[in-house]
């Protein structure tokens, strides 16, 4: 499986404190089934702690030890970009990172950003060449956003990230209905991480993948538990899928189970 969003390189944001803490965060991954993981530290322009070069540095030392003590898991570097109307020409200039340098680049809004701004930089973005996914939706959107925000932009190109916590309910039940409603409609285009220690938010997948696989079918789980990740380490483009209008899901499910369906 592939991680396009963690916290894992340690000292450089609210995610790893120490080496240790990655190491044990490289164990869980590799347990789990992770492959490669693109390693995503927050940049919020005038409150990062690090330059790129402390970042790429950390980077390497990671890498290196990755390498030393023969974890099989290949590890990117990315960054989580806080929206902000500089974020263009930032990446432009190479001041932030894209996904494994790729042309995909991976944007967390604020609960308070105003649709006009959510668009205006989701186009200003795209106009520069780059393909936007925005992290966890279910967390910094209310449920009313996903048909009057969320769908447009995907209808627009953009791609959805999904937190695997959110699926199995470490952020409580209002984010948790909003996942649950994106998988059903297929507006997810990756279940990724966001893993920032070796505890509560640490790197598992397996849990949230069997719900998926459960829920909506074992192609739909590849697909963005892994084969979508890939198409970001090599670049590729991901195929539309058009999102599904909402449904009456409590219906639905209690007729699968009527019917035995499940
Ligand atoms: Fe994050």
Do not use: W
């Not at 894209?98 to 668009?119: D, Q, W």
């Amino acid at each position: 499986m592939i991680d396009i969003h963690s916290h894992i390189l340690f000292g450089v944001d609210d995610g790893s404190a120490s080496l240790e803490q990655t190491m044990s965060m490289l164990r869980i991954a590799v347990d789990e089934g992770i492959e490669s993981i693109i390693a995503t530290p927050h940049y919020i322009i005038g409150a990062n702690k690090y330059t790129k070069a402390d970042l790429l540095s950390r980077y390497e030392e990671v890498c290196n030890i990755i390498e030393k003590e023969n974890i099989p898991i290949k590890l990117m570097l990315g960054n989580e970009l806080f929206a902000d109307a500089m974020l263009p020409d930032m990446l432009v200039n190479g001041e932030c990172c894209t996904l494994g340098n790729s042309k995909y680049v991976l944007v967390e809004f604020s609960p308070r950003t105003a649709k006009y701004s959510i668009n205006n930089l989701i186009y200003n973005i795209s106009l520069k060449g780059y393909t936007p996914i925005i992290a966890h939706p279910e967390r910094t959107f209310a449920p009313d956003d996903v048909d009057t925000i969320l769908k447009e932009l995907v209808k627009k190109g953009c791609y959805l990230q999904m937190n695997s916590g959110s699926v199995t309910g470490i952020y409580g039940e209002k984010v948790n209905k909003i996942a649950i409603e994106l998988l059903d409609r297929h507006m997810v285009h990756f279940v990724a991480t966001d893993s920032h220690t070796h505890r509560r938010r640490s790197p598992r997948v397996k849990k949230a993948y069997e719900f998926v696989e459960n829920r909506c079918g074992a192609r739909y789980a590849e697909q963005i538990f892994n084969d979508n990740g890939l198409k970001v380490i090599n670049d590729s483009l991901i195929e539309y899928v058009e999102p599904k209008d909402k449904i009456n899901n409590g219906l639905i499910h209690k007729l699968k189970y009527i019917f035995n369906m499940n």
